[in-house]
């Protein structure tokens, strides 16, 4: 069984939610903190992919998973994902002989699919049937981490063999990808004198990727047909719960110590 056709309808469900969620008061409050939105971005685009380079380079990362965790890097990245992705394919098929080349045109078609359809008729759905969307949207919020989890276990079950073999590099892996997107955007708005609580926002939009995105990409029979290269996203995802998890919870205690 491929994953990848479970992974595409949780991935549309999610973004679907998305859309359901956005409202006129979400631009307005993009529109008014335009520095914190241009911070999150400059961190996501820029910051993100850099550290996945230097953390693939740093851990001697064979072809396929350095690509796997520069595209975690990538997701979410708007336009920008295939342009860091082509440069990626590149650099690696040169300095190692992999075979590895990135159909731009099918990845742009799958994300038009995957991503903006669903939050498009979500925010259709909200405006046309606002009690509606939000009945779908609470379902679909409870629904969501239960299904992130059941995927990452049948990907698990999928590829137990080679995830145990590579557990530890790509763990180390994941996990300074995590903490130092983390750290670099925390410094990063501290730097651009933003209050705690819009700190915390861009630490948790910069630092959590969509792992379910990188996984549809990697797996994808349109695209890189990897289930290898989806390996770091999965370690990723279950890594990244434990982080947030605990990053919530420090966040809060302090909050409840002020």
């Given at each position: 069984?491929?994953?990848?056709?479970?992974?595409?309808?949780?991935?549309?469900?999610?973004?679907?939610?998305?859309?359901?969620?956005?409202?006129?008061?979400?631009?307005?409050?993009?529109?008014?903190?335009?520095?914190?939105?241009?911070?999150?971005?400059v961190g996501q685009i820029v910051l993100l992919p850099l550290?996945?380079?230097?953390?693939?380079?740093?851990?001697?990362?064979?072809?396929?998973?350095?690509?796997?965790?520069?595209?975690?890097?990538?997701?979410?990245?708007?336009?920008?994902?295939?342009?860091?992705?082509?440069?990626?394919?590149?650099?690696?098929?040169?300095?190692?002989?992999?075979?590895?080349?990135?159909?731009?045109?099918?990845?742009?078609?799958?994300?038009?699919?995957?991503?903006?359809?669903?939050?498009?008729?979500?925010?259709?759905?909200?405006?046309?049937?606002?009690?509606?969307?939000?009945?779908?949207?609470?379902?679909?919020?409870?629904?969501?981490?239960?299904?992130?989890?059941?995927?990452?276990?049948?990907?698990?079950?999928?590829?137990?063999?080679?995830?145990?073999?590579?557990?530890?590099?790509?763990?180390?892996?994941?996990?300074?990808?995590?903490?130092?997107?983390?750290?670099?955007?925390?410094l990063l708005s501290r730097v651009a004198g933003f209050t705690?609580?819009?700190?915390?926002?861009?630490?948790?939009?910069?630092?959590?990727?969509?792992?379910?995105q990188a996984i549809a990409i990697a797996f994808s029979p349109?695209?890189?047909?990897?289930?290898?290269?989806?390996?770091?996203?999965?370690?990723?995802?279950?890594?990244?719960?434990?982080?947030?998890?605990?990053?919530?919870?420090?966040?809060?205690?302090?909050?409840?110590?002020?």
């Amino acid at each position: 069984m491929n994953t990848v056709w479970i992974v595409m309808p949780v991935l549309m469900a999610l973004m679907f939610l998305l859309g359901t969620e956005l409202n006129a008061a979400s631009f307005a409050n993009v529109a008014r903190n335009p520095k914190a939105v241009l911070t999150g971005m400059v961190g996501q685009i820029v910051l993100l992919p850099l550290l996945a380079f230097g953390v693939g380079w740093a851990l001697g990362l064979s072809p396929v998973y350095f690509m796997g965790l520069v595209l975690i890097a990538c997701c979410p990245g708007g336009s920008s994902l295939p342009f860091i992705m082509e440069i990626a394919s590149r650099l690696v098929s040169q300095q190692t002989g992999a075979d590895i080349n990135l159909p731009v045109g099918k990845l742009l078609v799958q994300n038009i699919v995957l991503l903006f359809v669903p939050i498009a008729a979500g925010a259709v759905f909200r405006r046309v049937a606002p009690k509606s969307a939000s009945r779908v949207g609470k379902v679909l919020g409870k629904a969501a981490f239960p299904a992130l989890m059941l995927l990452a276990l049948l990907f698990f079950l999928q590829y137990t063999k080679e995830i145990l073999e590579n557990f530890t590099l790509l763990g180390l892996a994941t996990a300074s990808l995590i903490l130092l997107a983390m750290l670099c955007s925390s410094l990063l708005s501290r730097v651009a004198g933003f209050t705690p609580a819009v700190r915390r926002t861009i630490v948790i939009e910069v630092g959590m990727q969509n792992a379910a995105q990188a996984i549809a990409i990697a797996f994808s029979p349109f695209i890189f047909n990897s289930g290898e290269m989806a390996i770091p996203a999965i370690i990723y995802a279950l890594l990244m719960n434990i982080v947030l998890l605990a990053y919530v919870y420090v966040v809060r205690r302090r909050c409840g110590q002020a």
